[in-house]
């Protein structure tokens, strides 16, 4: 499908990521056959509930994530790579939404981009709560780089049951875009599940659906193109680029 004619190369373009834009890179999604949620359970590791039960299998289930991102083998991809492309060489506004916890979207170069779930190499001291940039194992001697509090740091990631980050400025985004990029996402956790909507209904914007198969909100979208992230969204950055002439 050809882009919209009346896309300018100075629209407002709001982008989402999931954890597929990141498997590429060597790093689980949640949903798939072999994902994190096929291993162990939301309940016992993703809830506040589950962290004041047992926050030793909480806080060792994101030790263990936040060393596989360090690993030295996990780089940005050319997704990731395009993105970043995208936000400098587009004249308009180009807001990366991401439900990822990774920090690829950054080290790869993107800047105006929002983590909605949280970040996993940040702490956040239930304490004082300051959050902090954290690279090491998390327990309960970590000591609060802000108040020199112990026993009070957690991940700084947005738990289910819990409020995403930013959200008045995702909607403001959203109601304003013109062109609304869904990517490596199955569209199952709301609110990000309902941005596609919102960027429709509210911007009139036009809706791409760019995910290795097609996910359980893709009949809301405009248009769809399927297959790994480091092919369709070069491709598709490369169109959008062309339109910048
Ligand atoms: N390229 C593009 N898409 C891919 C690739 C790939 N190489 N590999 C997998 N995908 C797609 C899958 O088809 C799936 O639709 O990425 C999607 C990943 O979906 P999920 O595993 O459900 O991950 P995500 O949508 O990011 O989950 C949302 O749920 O558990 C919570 O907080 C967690 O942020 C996460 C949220």
């Not at 995208?86 to 506004?93: C, D, F, H, K, V």
């Not at 409020?163 to 008045?168: N, T």
Request: hydrophobic share 45%.
């Amino acid at each position: 499908m050809p882009l919209p004619a009346t896309l300018t190369p100075d629209a407002p373009i709001v982008i989402l990521t999931g954890a597929g834009i990141s498997k590429e890179s060597g790093l689980e999604t949640f949903r798939d056959a072999d994902g994190i949620w096929s291993k162990v359970r939301i309940e016992d590791v993703a809830t506040p509930e589950a962290f004041a039960r047992d926050p030793v299998t909480v806080q060792g289930f994101y030790n263990a994530r936040r060393q596989s991102l360090l690993n030295p083998n996990v780089q940005p991809n050319a997704a990731h790579a395009a993105l970043a492309r995208l936000e400098q060489a587009w004249s308009g506004p180009v807001l990366l939404v991401t439900q990822n916890i990774d920090d690829l979207h950054e080290r790869a170069g993107s800047t105006n981009l929002i983590h909605m779930h949280g970040e996993m190499l940040k702490a956040l001291c239930e304490i004082c709560d300051a959050s902090s940039p954290w690279h090491e194992d998390l327990s309960d001697e970590a000591i609060c780089p802000r108040c020199g509090s112990a026993g009070g740091l957690r991940p700084d990631v947005v738990w289910f049951g819990e409020m995403p980050y930013e959200m008045e400025r995702i909607f403001a985004a959203l109601a304003r875009c013109a062109l609304f990029i869904s990517i490596g996402t199955s569209g199952n956790v709301y609110p990000a599940a309902g941005f596609v909507q919102e960027a429709r209904m509210v911007a009139g914007a036009h809706t791409v659906e760019l995910n290795l198969e097609p996910s359980s909100g893709v009949t809301a979208f405009a248009e769809a193109r399927h297959g790994p992230a480091t092919e369709i969204v070069p491709a598709y950055v490369e169109e959008l680029l062309a339109l910048a002439g």
